[in-house]
C-alpha cells in the first residue's frame, strides 16, 4: 500500500499532533501517513508550513514541560510491596531502577524542550567580564548564544569615538 502525499489536511493533523507531544518519526511510522521524507520535502517548498511546523514544535516543548511534571509528580512504582516466608507480613522496598528511569525521562524532555524554545526553557547562563573601568560586567548568555561580542563591539566604537 502506497503512502500518502502530503497534503494541507494531513500537515494540519501532523503538525496538532506534534503540538500534542508525539514525535514526526512517531506520526510517520502509521503507514497511513506520509513518510518523513515526504513532510520533509514538502516543507522545503512551503514558507507557511514551515512557520506552522515551528510553531507546532513550540507548542510541542509545552506539552513535554507538562510531561516532565506528571512523570515527576508519579510516584506510583517507586515502592514494590515485598512478601517474604511469613505472607502476612508485608514490607516495602525502593524501586531504585524506576526512580533511575523516570529521572532519565525527566533529563531527556528537559534537553528536548530547552533544544526546541531555547527562550523559554534552555539553560540561563551569565559570564562575568571585567570592564573598561575594572567594575564587573554582567552578559546573559542563552543556548550559546552570547551578548559579549555586542558588548564588546560597543567598548570598540566607544574608544574610536574618542581617539
Excluded at 525527566?106 to 567594575?135: C, F, H, N, Q
Excluded at 559579549?148 to 581617539?163: S, V
Aim: proline fraction near 3%; aromatic fraction near 6%.
Amino acid at each position: 500500500m502506497a503512502r500518502p502525499a502530503v497534503t494541507p489536511e494531513l500537515f494540519d493533523m501532523i503538525c496538532d499532533r506534534i503540538g500534542g507531544g508525539e514525535s514526526l518519526r512517531s506520526i510517520c511510522r502509521d503507514t497511513a501517513n506520509p513518510s518523513m521524507n515526504a513532510v520533509m520535502n514538502w516543507l522545503k517548498d512551503n514558507d507557511d508550513a514551515q512557520k506552522q511546523y515551528a510553531r507546532a514544535r513550540e507548542a510541542q516543548a509545552d506539552a513535554i514541560f507538562d510531561e516532565i511534571l506528571q512523570i515527576a509528580d508519579d510516584g506510583q512504582n517507586d515502592w514494590v510491596e515485598q512478601h517474604g516466608e511469613d505472607a502476612a507480613k508485608a514490607a516495602y522496598a525502593l524501586q531504585g531502577e524506576h526512580i533511575q528511569r523516570s529521572r532519565l525521562r525527566i533529563d531527556a524532555r528537559k534537553w528536548m524542550a530547552g533544544k526546541l524554545r531555547p527562550k523559554v526553557y534552555g539553560d540561563k547562563i551569565t559570564t562575568e567580564v571585567s570592564g573598561p573601568d575594572g567594575g564587573a560586567v554582567q552578559i546573559e548568555q542563552r543556548d550559546g548564544v552570547s551578548k559579549l561580542l555586542e558588548y564588546l563591539e560597543g567598548i570598540a566604537e566607544r574608544k574610536g569615538q574618542t581617539e
